[in-house]
Protein backbone atom coordinates (compact mmCIF):
# COMPACT_ATOMS: atom_id res chain seq x y z
CA UNK A 1 0.00 0.00 0.00
CA UNK A 2 2.42 0.66 -4.40
CA UNK A 3 0.28 1.57 -7.03
CA UNK A 4 0.06 5.23 -6.87
CA UNK A 5 -2.92 7.30 -7.25
CA UNK A 6 -3.65 10.76 -8.02
CA UNK A 7 -1.43 12.08 -4.67
CA UNK A 8 0.77 10.85 -2.35
CA UNK A 9 0.60 8.44 -0.32
CA UNK A 10 1.31 5.09 0.39
CA UNK A 11 1.50 3.44 1.21
CA UNK A 12 1.84 0.47 1.73
CA UNK A 13 1.04 -0.93 1.06
CA UNK A 14 1.60 3.01 0.75
CA UNK A 15 -2.27 3.14 0.09
CA UNK A 16 -3.86 6.11 0.27
CA UNK A 17 -7.04 7.44 -0.81
CA UNK A 18 -8.16 4.94 -2.74
CA UNK A 19 -8.16 7.44 -5.89
CA UNK A 20 -6.69 10.48 -4.96
CA UNK A 21 -4.20 9.45 -2.36
CA UNK A 22 -0.61 6.91 -2.98
CA UNK A 23 -2.44 3.56 -2.16
CA UNK A 24 1.38 2.79 -1.16
CA UNK A 25 0.22 -0.66 -2.45
CA UNK A 26 2.57 -2.14 -0.87
CA UNK A 27 4.53 -4.38 -3.65
CA UNK A 28 5.60 -7.13 -1.27
CA UNK A 29 1.55 -8.23 -0.84
CA UNK A 30 0.40 -9.25 -4.24
CA UNK A 31 3.08 -11.92 -4.69
CA UNK A 32 2.86 -13.14 -0.60
CA UNK A 33 0.43 -15.76 -1.53
CA UNK A 34 3.00 -16.58 -4.77
CA UNK A 35 6.10 -16.83 -3.18
CA UNK A 36 5.53 -17.96 0.08
CA UNK A 37 7.77 -21.35 -0.35
CA UNK A 38 10.84 -19.12 -0.93
CA UNK A 39 10.34 -16.41 2.36
CA UNK A 40 12.74 -17.02 4.72
CA UNK A 41 10.32 -17.21 7.32
CA UNK A 42 8.60 -20.08 5.19
CA UNK A 43 12.47 -22.00 5.02
CA UNK A 44 13.12 -21.75 8.40
CA UNK A 45 10.26 -23.59 10.02
CA UNK A 46 10.18 -26.19 6.87
CA UNK A 47 12.68 -28.61 8.41
CA UNK A 48 10.33 -28.09 11.94
CA UNK A 49 7.67 -28.88 10.41
CA UNK A 50 7.83 -31.95 9.15
CA UNK A 51 9.46 -32.64 12.10
CA UNK A 52 6.23 -31.83 14.39
CA UNK A 53 3.66 -33.40 11.65
CA UNK A 54 5.36 -36.52 11.33
CA UNK A 55 5.58 -37.12 14.95
CA UNK A 56 1.39 -37.42 14.34
CA UNK A 57 0.85 -38.30 11.22
CA UNK A 58 -1.14 -41.27 11.21
CA UNK A 59 -3.50 -39.27 13.65
CA UNK A 60 -3.78 -36.16 12.94
CA UNK A 61 -6.81 -34.55 12.18
CA UNK A 62 -5.78 -31.44 9.84
CA UNK A 63 -7.49 -28.17 11.65
CA UNK A 64 -10.22 -26.34 8.87
CA UNK A 65 -10.67 -22.38 8.66
CA UNK A 66 -13.13 -22.66 11.37
CA UNK A 67 -10.43 -24.18 14.07
CA UNK A 68 -8.69 -20.66 13.72
CA UNK A 69 -10.78 -18.75 13.34
CA UNK A 70 -9.52 -17.04 16.23
CA UNK A 71 -6.15 -16.46 14.91
CA UNK A 72 -7.29 -15.17 11.73
CA UNK A 73 -9.53 -13.05 13.38
CA UNK A 74 -6.39 -11.60 15.33
CA UNK A 75 -4.08 -11.52 12.36
CA UNK A 76 -6.91 -9.39 10.61
CA UNK A 77 -7.39 -7.25 13.30
CA UNK A 78 -3.42 -6.54 13.62
CA UNK A 79 -3.66 -5.44 10.17
CA UNK A 80 -6.89 -3.29 10.20
CA UNK A 81 -4.56 -1.53 13.16
CA UNK A 82 -1.50 -0.90 10.95
CA UNK A 83 -3.79 0.31 7.98
CA UNK A 84 -5.52 3.50 10.36
CA UNK A 85 -2.73 5.42 11.24
CA UNK A 86 -1.46 4.62 7.05
CA UNK A 87 -5.08 6.34 6.51
CA UNK A 88 -4.98 9.02 8.70
CA UNK A 89 -1.55 10.31 7.57
CA UNK A 90 -2.53 9.96 4.06
CA UNK A 91 -5.58 12.40 4.49
CA UNK A 92 -3.63 15.13 6.59
CA UNK A 93 -2.24 16.82 3.03
CA UNK A 94 -5.85 17.03 2.14
CA UNK A 95 -6.69 18.88 5.18
CA UNK A 96 -2.92 20.99 4.74
CA UNK A 97 -4.19 21.76 1.55
CA UNK A 98 -7.64 23.02 2.36
CA UNK A 99 -5.51 25.27 5.19
CA UNK A 100 -3.67 26.75 1.95
CA UNK A 101 0.11 25.47 2.50
CA UNK A 102 2.53 25.43 0.17
CA UNK A 103 3.84 22.53 -2.40
CA UNK A 104 7.17 22.85 -0.82
CA UNK A 105 5.57 22.33 2.74
CA UNK A 106 3.56 19.10 1.22
CA UNK A 107 6.87 17.50 -0.76
CA UNK A 108 8.50 17.72 2.89
CA UNK A 109 5.44 16.20 4.51
CA UNK A 110 5.36 13.69 1.72
CA UNK A 111 8.58 11.84 3.65
CA UNK A 112 6.01 10.66 5.87
CA UNK A 113 5.25 7.69 3.33
CA UNK A 114 8.43 6.74 3.04
CA UNK A 115 8.92 4.27 5.82
CA UNK A 116 6.82 1.70 4.08
CA UNK A 117 9.22 1.47 1.46
CA UNK A 118 12.41 1.87 3.49
CA UNK A 119 11.97 -1.19 5.91
CA UNK A 120 14.02 -3.64 4.37
CA UNK A 121 16.80 -1.66 5.65
CA UNK A 122 15.79 -3.03 9.43
CA UNK A 123 13.60 -5.37 8.74
CA UNK A 124 16.84 -8.27 9.56
CA UNK A 125 17.21 -6.61 12.79
CA UNK A 126 13.33 -7.35 13.58
CA UNK A 127 13.70 -10.71 12.90
CA UNK A 128 17.30 -11.39 14.85
CA UNK A 129 16.43 -9.65 18.07
CA UNK A 130 13.94 -10.33 20.61
CA UNK A 131 13.31 -11.45 23.79
CA UNK A 132 12.96 -15.29 23.55
CA UNK A 133 10.44 -16.06 26.61
CA UNK A 134 8.17 -13.30 25.44
CA UNK A 135 8.57 -14.13 22.02
CA UNK A 136 9.90 -13.76 19.10
CA UNK A 137 7.28 -11.27 17.12
CA UNK A 138 6.11 -10.17 20.42
CA UNK A 139 9.11 -8.87 21.32
CA UNK A 140 8.45 -5.96 18.28
CA UNK A 141 4.48 -6.10 18.12
CA UNK A 142 3.95 -5.45 21.59
CA UNK A 143 6.38 -2.36 22.08
CA UNK A 144 5.38 -0.71 18.44
CA UNK A 145 1.60 -0.80 18.97
CA UNK A 146 2.33 0.68 22.54
CA UNK A 147 4.06 3.14 21.43
CA UNK A 148 1.74 3.82 17.92
CA UNK A 149 -1.53 4.50 20.92
CA UNK A 150 0.73 6.76 22.77
CA UNK A 151 2.22 9.03 19.85
CA UNK A 152 -1.83 9.06 18.38
CA UNK A 153 -2.57 10.20 22.29
CA UNK A 154 -0.46 12.54 22.36
CA UNK A 155 -1.23 14.06 18.89
CA UNK A 156 -5.01 13.97 20.11
CA UNK A 157 -4.16 16.30 22.42
CA UNK A 158 -1.66 18.45 20.07
CA UNK A 159 -3.01 18.28 16.75
CA UNK A 160 -5.49 20.81 16.91
CA UNK A 161 -2.89 23.79 17.71
CA UNK A 162 -0.33 22.27 15.03
CA UNK A 163 -3.12 22.83 12.59
CA UNK A 164 -4.37 26.32 13.55
CA UNK A 165 -1.69 28.08 14.37
CA UNK A 166 -1.27 31.89 13.95
CA UNK A 167 1.08 31.13 11.42
CA UNK A 168 -0.19 28.42 9.85
CA UNK A 169 0.12 24.42 10.29
CA UNK A 170 3.27 23.78 12.07
CA UNK A 171 4.48 21.08 9.24
CA UNK A 172 7.55 20.11 10.79
CA UNK A 173 6.22 18.62 13.66
CA UNK A 174 3.43 17.55 12.10
CA UNK A 175 5.77 15.75 9.44
CA UNK A 176 7.76 14.30 12.63
CA UNK A 177 5.46 12.19 14.48
CA UNK A 178 3.57 11.12 11.17
CA UNK A 179 6.86 9.94 10.30
CA UNK A 180 7.31 7.79 13.57
CA UNK A 181 3.99 6.99 13.18
CA UNK A 182 4.22 5.51 9.81
CA UNK A 183 8.07 4.06 11.38
CA UNK A 184 6.28 1.93 13.85
CA UNK A 185 3.25 1.00 11.50
CA UNK A 186 5.95 -0.58 9.04
CA UNK A 187 7.56 -2.60 11.94
CA UNK A 188 4.20 -3.36 12.73
CA UNK A 189 4.03 -4.93 9.55
CA UNK A 190 7.36 -6.68 9.53
CA UNK A 191 6.67 -8.30 12.78
CA UNK A 192 3.01 -9.36 12.14
CA UNK A 193 3.87 -10.34 8.76
CA UNK A 194 6.43 -12.99 10.65
CA UNK A 195 3.92 -14.26 12.74
CA UNK A 196 1.23 -15.22 10.65
CA UNK A 197 3.31 -17.81 9.28
CA UNK A 198 4.10 -19.47 12.74
CA UNK A 199 0.43 -18.53 13.86
CA UNK A 200 -1.77 -20.29 11.25
CA UNK A 201 -1.45 -24.33 10.94
CA UNK A 202 0.49 -25.16 7.70
CA UNK A 203 -3.01 -25.78 5.52
CA UNK A 204 -4.62 -22.17 6.52
CA UNK A 205 -1.30 -19.87 6.11
CA UNK A 206 -2.36 -18.82 2.82
CA UNK A 207 -4.69 -17.37 4.77
CA UNK A 208 -2.46 -14.42 5.92
CA UNK A 209 -2.34 -12.74 2.71
CA UNK A 210 -5.94 -12.22 2.50
CA UNK A 211 -5.67 -10.77 6.07
CA UNK A 212 -2.82 -8.46 5.00
CA UNK A 213 -4.97 -7.09 1.84
CA UNK A 214 -8.20 -6.84 3.40
CA UNK A 215 -7.28 -5.98 6.77
CA UNK A 216 -4.79 -2.88 5.69
CA UNK A 217 -7.56 -2.07 2.68
CA UNK A 218 -9.94 -2.02 6.28
CA UNK A 219 -7.63 -0.10 8.58
CA UNK A 220 -6.78 2.63 5.63
CA UNK A 221 -10.38 3.28 4.33
CA UNK A 222 -11.20 3.78 8.26
CA UNK A 223 -8.48 6.24 8.64
CA UNK A 224 -8.54 8.03 5.41
CA UNK A 225 -12.14 8.00 3.89
CA UNK A 226 -14.77 7.68 6.86
CA UNK A 227 -12.67 9.81 9.02
CA UNK A 228 -12.69 13.06 5.77
CA UNK A 229 -16.57 12.17 5.52
CA UNK A 230 -17.46 12.45 9.59
CA UNK A 231 -14.66 15.38 9.65
CA UNK A 232 -16.78 17.16 6.87
CA UNK A 233 -19.32 19.56 8.25
CA UNK A 234 -21.01 19.98 5.05
CA UNK A 235 -20.80 16.04 4.36
CA UNK A 236 -22.92 15.27 7.94
CA UNK A 237 -24.92 18.45 7.57
CA UNK A 238 -26.11 17.11 3.85
CA UNK A 239 -26.05 13.15 4.96
CA UNK A 240 -25.90 12.33 8.97
CA UNK A 241 -27.85 15.20 10.31
CA UNK A 242 -31.28 16.80 10.83
CA UNK A 243 -30.10 19.93 12.00
CA UNK A 244 -26.93 21.66 10.13
CA UNK A 245 -23.93 22.68 12.78
CA UNK A 246 -20.36 24.02 12.02
CA UNK A 247 -18.36 20.69 12.29
CA UNK A 248 -18.45 17.29 11.27
CA UNK A 249 -19.60 14.28 13.97
CA UNK A 250 -15.83 13.90 14.60
CA UNK A 251 -12.67 15.80 15.07
CA UNK A 252 -9.33 14.81 14.12
CA UNK A 253 -8.32 15.60 17.81
CA UNK A 254 -10.97 12.52 18.75
CA UNK A 255 -10.14 10.34 16.30
CA UNK A 256 -6.67 9.96 17.23
CA UNK A 257 -7.73 9.69 20.95
CA UNK A 258 -10.47 6.96 20.26
CA UNK A 259 -7.65 4.75 17.96
CA UNK A 260 -4.99 5.39 20.44
CA UNK A 261 -7.44 4.03 23.47
CA UNK A 262 -7.65 1.03 21.07
CA UNK A 263 -3.93 0.64 20.52
CA UNK A 264 -3.15 0.52 24.21
CA UNK A 265 -6.12 -1.56 24.92
CA UNK A 266 -5.63 -4.15 22.45
CA UNK A 267 -1.81 -4.63 22.69
CA UNK A 268 -2.57 -4.65 26.04
CA UNK A 269 -5.06 -7.88 26.04
CA UNK A 270 -2.36 -9.97 23.33
CA UNK A 271 0.50 -9.23 25.30
CA UNK A 272 -1.31 -10.78 28.16
CA UNK A 273 -3.70 -14.09 26.85
CA UNK A 274 -2.04 -14.31 22.89
CA UNK A 275 0.76 -17.04 23.21
CA UNK A 276 2.89 -16.94 19.90
CA UNK A 277 3.79 -20.60 19.96
CA UNK A 278 0.99 -22.51 21.38
CA UNK A 279 1.18 -26.77 21.23
CA UNK A 280 -0.45 -29.15 19.26
CA UNK A 281 -3.05 -29.08 16.49
CA UNK A 282 0.01 -28.91 14.04
CA UNK A 283 1.06 -25.32 14.29
CA UNK A 284 4.19 -24.64 13.47
CA UNK A 285 6.45 -24.07 15.90
CA UNK A 286 9.74 -22.04 16.30
CA UNK A 287 11.75 -23.15 19.26
CA UNK A 288 14.41 -24.89 17.10
CA UNK A 289 14.19 -22.50 13.87
CA UNK A 290 17.13 -21.37 12.23
CA UNK A 291 17.85 -17.87 12.62
CA UNK A 292 19.59 -15.96 9.51
CA UNK A 293 22.24 -13.68 10.76
CA UNK A 294 21.70 -9.54 10.33
CA UNK A 295 25.14 -9.04 8.84
CA UNK A 296 24.62 -12.58 6.40
CA UNK A 297 21.31 -11.00 5.19
CA UNK A 298 22.92 -7.25 4.38
CA UNK A 299 25.40 -9.33 2.67
CA UNK A 300 23.35 -10.89 0.53
CA UNK A 301 21.58 -8.10 -0.42
CA UNK A 302 24.71 -6.24 -1.31
CA UNK A 303 25.35 -9.38 -3.48
CA UNK A 304 22.12 -8.94 -5.25
CA UNK A 305 22.58 -5.85 -6.01
CA UNK A 306 26.03 -5.68 -7.26
CA UNK A 307 24.94 -7.98 -10.30
CA UNK A 308 24.73 -6.60 -13.56
CA UNK A 309 21.44 -7.71 -14.99
CA UNK A 310 19.50 -6.44 -11.14
CA UNK A 311 22.14 -3.11 -11.12
CA UNK A 312 20.39 -2.41 -14.15
CA UNK A 313 17.09 -3.25 -13.77
CA UNK A 314 17.13 -1.35 -9.96
CA UNK A 315 18.00 1.55 -11.94
CA UNK A 316 14.74 1.31 -14.65
CA UNK A 317 12.77 0.64 -11.76
CA UNK A 318 13.87 3.84 -10.00
CA UNK A 319 13.77 6.06 -12.79
CA UNK A 320 10.30 4.50 -14.74
CA UNK A 321 7.83 6.28 -12.99
CA UNK A 322 9.20 10.23 -13.50
CA UNK A 323 6.90 10.73 -15.84
CA UNK A 324 4.12 9.73 -14.15
CA UNK A 325 5.05 11.96 -10.62
CA UNK A 326 3.24 15.17 -11.67
CA UNK A 327 -0.20 13.72 -11.96
CA UNK A 328 0.50 11.13 -9.26
CA UNK A 329 1.39 13.58 -6.59
CA UNK A 330 -0.43 16.41 -7.28
CA UNK A 331 -3.81 15.55 -8.95
CA UNK A 332 -5.58 15.14 -5.98
CA UNK A 333 -4.19 18.56 -4.46
CA UNK A 334 -4.67 20.37 -6.99
CA UNK A 335 -8.57 19.59 -7.26
CA UNK A 336 -8.94 20.24 -3.67
CA UNK A 337 -7.26 24.10 -4.47
CA UNK A 338 -9.66 24.41 -7.01
CA UNK A 339 -12.83 23.85 -4.62
CA UNK A 340 -13.57 20.09 -4.84
CA UNK A 341 -14.58 18.66 -1.14
CA UNK A 342 -11.97 16.42 0.11
CA UNK A 343 -14.44 13.76 1.09
CA UNK A 344 -16.31 13.52 -2.01
CA UNK A 345 -12.87 12.75 -3.48
CA UNK A 346 -12.37 10.07 -0.49
CA UNK A 347 -15.81 8.02 -1.35
CA UNK A 348 -14.67 8.65 -4.92
CA UNK A 349 -12.66 5.39 -3.89
CA UNK A 350 -15.03 3.55 -2.92
CA UNK A 351 -17.07 2.51 -6.39
CA UNK A 352 -12.94 1.57 -7.38
CA UNK A 353 -12.91 -1.33 -4.87
CA UNK A 354 -14.41 -4.24 -7.61
CA UNK A 355 -12.11 -3.05 -10.07
CA UNK A 356 -9.19 -2.96 -8.18
CA UNK A 357 -9.90 -6.55 -6.89
CA UNK A 358 -10.57 -8.06 -10.86
CA UNK A 359 -8.00 -6.12 -12.26
CA UNK A 360 -4.78 -8.31 -11.06
CA UNK A 361 -6.89 -11.60 -11.82
CA UNK A 362 -7.87 -10.36 -15.32
CA UNK A 363 -3.79 -8.57 -15.80
CA UNK A 364 -2.55 -11.68 -15.01
CA UNK A 365 -3.53 -13.74 -17.21
CA UNK A 366 -1.83 -11.78 -19.90
CA UNK A 367 1.66 -11.34 -17.70
CA UNK A 368 1.95 -15.39 -16.94
CA UNK A 369 3.89 -15.64 -20.03
CA UNK A 370 8.12 -15.80 -20.40
CA UNK A 371 7.26 -12.28 -21.47
CA UNK A 372 5.16 -9.89 -18.50
CA UNK A 373 6.69 -6.95 -19.16
CA UNK A 374 5.67 -6.50 -22.82
CA UNK A 375 2.71 -5.43 -21.02
CA UNK A 376 4.61 -3.22 -18.32
CA UNK A 377 5.61 -1.32 -22.06
CA UNK A 378 2.17 -1.14 -23.63
CA UNK A 379 0.34 -0.11 -20.74
CA UNK A 380 3.36 2.59 -20.41
CA UNK A 381 2.17 5.42 -22.80
CA UNK A 382 -1.32 5.12 -22.30
CA UNK A 383 -0.46 6.28 -18.74
CA UNK A 384 1.40 9.49 -19.73
CA UNK A 385 -1.71 10.36 -21.85
CA UNK A 386 -4.11 9.81 -19.06
CA UNK A 387 -1.63 12.06 -16.97
CA UNK A 388 -2.35 14.90 -19.59
CA UNK A 389 -6.04 14.01 -18.90
CA UNK A 390 -5.88 15.10 -15.25
CA UNK A 391 -4.29 18.37 -15.86
CA UNK A 392 -6.93 19.10 -18.36
CA UNK A 393 -9.62 17.99 -15.82
CA UNK A 394 -7.85 20.34 -13.31
CA UNK A 395 -7.88 23.95 -15.63
CA UNK A 396 -11.90 22.46 -16.64
CA UNK A 397 -12.47 22.23 -12.64
CA UNK A 398 -12.90 25.84 -11.80
CA UNK A 399 -15.40 26.84 -14.82
CA UNK A 400 -17.67 23.70 -13.33
CA UNK A 401 -18.05 25.07 -9.90
CA UNK A 402 -22.06 26.14 -8.57
CA UNK A 403 -23.07 27.41 -5.93
CA UNK A 404 -24.45 24.09 -4.47
CA UNK A 405 -20.81 22.52 -5.52
CA UNK A 406 -20.09 20.85 -8.61
CA UNK A 407 -22.63 18.84 -10.95
CA UNK A 408 -22.96 14.80 -10.95
CA UNK A 409 -21.92 14.62 -14.62
CA UNK A 410 -18.40 16.34 -13.13
CA UNK A 411 -17.77 13.50 -10.93
CA UNK A 412 -18.85 10.56 -13.03
CA UNK A 413 -15.82 12.12 -15.24
CA UNK A 414 -13.57 12.07 -12.31
CA UNK A 415 -14.92 8.84 -12.00
CA UNK A 416 -13.70 7.25 -15.55
CA UNK A 417 -10.83 9.49 -15.57
CA UNK A 418 -9.60 7.01 -12.59
CA UNK A 419 -10.95 4.08 -13.69
CA UNK A 420 -8.88 4.59 -17.21
CA UNK A 421 -6.17 5.60 -14.85
CA UNK A 422 -6.60 2.43 -12.82
CA UNK A 423 -6.13 -0.03 -16.13
CA UNK A 424 -3.23 1.60 -17.04
CA UNK A 425 -1.94 1.40 -13.56
CA UNK A 426 -2.57 -2.41 -12.70
CA UNK A 427 -1.58 -3.36 -15.91
CA UNK A 428 2.62 -1.65 -15.71
CA UNK A 429 2.27 -3.26 -11.41
CA UNK A 430 1.21 -6.49 -11.83
CA UNK A 431 3.26 -6.59 -14.81
CA UNK A 432 6.30 -5.78 -12.78
CA UNK A 433 5.42 -8.25 -9.69
CA UNK A 434 5.57 -11.34 -12.36
CA UNK A 435 8.62 -10.21 -13.83
CA UNK A 436 10.22 -10.25 -10.21
CA UNK A 437 8.34 -13.52 -9.78
CA UNK A 438 10.36 -15.04 -12.76
CA UNK A 439 13.49 -14.02 -11.67
CA UNK A 440 14.32 -13.91 -8.63
CA UNK A 441 16.31 -16.83 -7.42
CA UNK A 442 14.48 -19.60 -5.72
CA UNK A 443 17.28 -20.39 -3.12
CA UNK A 444 16.74 -17.04 -2.16
CA UNK A 445 13.69 -15.49 -3.43
CA UNK A 446 12.56 -13.73 -0.12
CA UNK A 447 15.35 -11.56 0.44
CA UNK A 448 15.08 -11.57 -3.66
CA UNK A 449 11.76 -10.24 -4.08
CA UNK A 450 11.91 -8.08 -0.95
CA UNK A 451 14.60 -6.02 -2.39
CA UNK A 452 12.65 -5.93 -6.14
CA UNK A 453 9.67 -4.27 -4.48
CA UNK A 454 11.61 -2.33 -1.63
CA UNK A 455 13.37 -0.53 -5.21
CA UNK A 456 9.93 -0.41 -6.73
CA UNK A 457 8.36 1.18 -4.17
CA UNK A 458 11.36 4.05 -3.51
CA UNK A 459 11.05 4.93 -7.63
CA UNK A 460 7.41 5.57 -6.84
CA UNK A 461 8.65 7.70 -3.62
CA UNK A 462 11.04 10.17 -4.86
CA UNK A 463 9.44 11.34 -7.95
CA UNK A 464 6.24 12.14 -6.28
CA UNK A 465 8.28 14.12 -3.50
CA UNK A 466 10.03 16.09 -6.01
CA UNK A 467 7.09 16.45 -8.36
CA UNK A 468 6.02 18.51 -4.97
CA UNK A 469 8.87 20.35 -4.35
CA UNK A 470 9.18 22.45 -7.66
CA UNK A 471 5.69 23.25 -7.96
CA UNK A 472 6.36 26.55 -6.64
CA UNK A 473 9.22 27.51 -8.03
CA UNK A 474 7.62 26.61 -11.35
CA UNK A 475 4.72 29.22 -10.90
CA UNK A 476 4.63 32.36 -11.81
CA UNK A 477 2.38 35.26 -10.12
CA UNK A 478 2.04 38.83 -10.83
CA UNK A 479 1.06 41.57 -7.92
CA UNK A 480 -2.07 43.30 -9.19
CA UNK A 481 -3.72 46.43 -7.60
CA UNK A 482 -0.33 47.46 -5.76
CA UNK A 483 2.49 49.26 -7.57
CA UNK A 484 6.01 48.10 -7.48
CA UNK A 485 4.88 45.13 -5.76
CA UNK A 486 5.74 41.25 -6.74
CA UNK A 487 4.75 37.58 -5.59
CA UNK A 488 7.87 35.58 -5.75
CA UNK A 489 8.15 34.43 -2.60
CA UNK A 490 5.91 34.18 0.73
CA UNK A 491 7.03 37.10 1.63
CA UNK A 492 6.93 39.45 -0.75
CA UNK A 493 3.69 37.84 -1.20
CA UNK A 494 2.38 39.25 2.14
CA UNK A 495 3.43 42.86 1.43
CA UNK A 496 1.73 42.50 -2.04
CA UNK A 497 -1.58 41.84 0.24
CA UNK A 498 -0.54 44.28 2.46
CA UNK A 499 -0.27 47.07 -0.02
CA UNK A 500 -4.04 46.23 -0.97
CA UNK A 501 -2.79 43.94 -3.70
CA UNK A 502 -3.49 40.76 -4.85
CA UNK A 503 -0.83 37.93 -6.06
CA UNK A 504 -2.84 36.45 -9.56
CA UNK A 505 -0.95 33.23 -11.32
CA UNK A 506 -0.14 33.82 -14.77
CA UNK A 507 1.13 30.70 -14.78
CA UNK A 508 0.57 27.15 -12.55
CA UNK A 509 3.97 25.10 -12.00
CA UNK A 510 1.12 21.82 -11.76
CA UNK A 511 0.66 22.05 -16.10
CA UNK A 512 4.67 22.69 -16.43
CA UNK A 513 5.15 19.98 -14.47
CA UNK A 514 2.68 18.03 -16.40
CA UNK A 515 4.07 18.82 -20.01
CA UNK A 516 7.88 17.66 -18.28
CA UNK A 517 7.16 14.75 -16.77
CA UNK A 518 5.24 13.49 -19.58
CA UNK A 519 8.07 14.05 -22.28
CA UNK A 520 10.65 12.72 -19.96
CA UNK A 521 8.16 9.72 -19.87
CA UNK A 522 8.00 9.69 -23.50
CA UNK A 523 11.54 9.46 -23.69
CA UNK A 524 12.18 6.84 -20.92
CA UNK A 525 9.87 4.90 -22.72
CA UNK A 526 11.17 5.20 -26.22
CA UNK A 527 14.92 4.57 -24.69
CA UNK A 528 15.15 2.73 -21.65
CA UNK A 529 11.68 0.85 -22.05
CA UNK A 530 13.34 -0.63 -24.57
CA UNK A 531 16.28 -1.79 -22.57
CA UNK A 532 13.70 -2.98 -20.02
CA UNK A 533 11.92 -5.67 -22.47
CA UNK A 534 15.14 -6.37 -23.72
CA UNK A 535 15.90 -7.88 -19.89
CA UNK A 536 12.96 -10.42 -20.47
CA UNK A 537 15.95 -12.00 -22.65
CA UNK A 538 18.38 -12.59 -20.26
CA UNK A 539 19.14 -16.03 -19.30
CA UNK A 540 17.84 -17.23 -15.56
CA UNK A 541 21.78 -17.68 -14.72
CA UNK A 542 21.86 -14.06 -14.98
CA UNK A 543 19.79 -13.55 -12.39
CA UNK A 544 21.38 -15.70 -9.81
CA UNK A 545 23.03 -15.00 -7.08
CA UNK A 546 26.64 -16.70 -7.00
CA UNK A 547 26.02 -17.59 -2.58
CA UNK A 548 22.81 -19.50 -3.89
CA UNK A 549 24.83 -21.74 -6.10
CA UNK A 550 27.33 -22.20 -3.80
Same mark, same amino acid.
Given at each position: ??????????????? @?????????? %?? #??????????????????????????????????????????? %?? =?? /???????????????????????????????? *?????????????????? /???????????????????????????????? =? !??? =???????? +?????????????????????????????????????????????????????????????????????????????????????????????????????????????? +???????????????????????????????????????????????? *?????????????????????????????????????? !??????????????????????? /??????????? =?????????????????????????????????????? *???????????????? %????????????????????????????????????????????? #????????????????????????????????? @???????????????? %????
Amino acid at each position: MEPLDMMIHKNGRQR @KLAGFTVTNV %NM #KDITKGQTSDSDPDVEETEGLIRESDSENMRHAVHPGIQAELG %NV =SL /LLFLYVLQGIPLGLAGSIPLILQGKHVSYKDQ *AFFSFVFWPFSLKLFWAP /LVDALYFSRFGRRKSWLVPTQYLLGLFMLYLS =S !KVD =SLLQSEAG +PNVLILTAVFFMLAFLAATQDIAVDGWALTMLSRENVGYASTCNSVGQTAGYFLGNVLFLALESPDFCNKYLRAEPKDTGIVTLSDFLFFWGVVFLVSTTLVAIFKRENE +PGRGKRRVKDEEKHGVLETYKLLWTIIKMPTVFNFCVLLLTAKIGFSA *ADAVTGLKLVEAGVPKEQLALLAVPMVPLQILLPVIIS !KYTAGPRPLDVFYKAFPWRLLIG /LEYALLVWWTP =SLKQEGGFPVYYYAIVLLSYAAHQVALYSMYVACMAFH *AKVSDPLIGGTYMTLL %NTVTNLGGNWPSTLALWLVDPLTSKVCEGADGQSCGSPEEEGLCI #KEGGVCVTTLDGYYVESVVCVVIGLAWWLWLGK @KMKRLQDQSPAAWRCR %NSQS
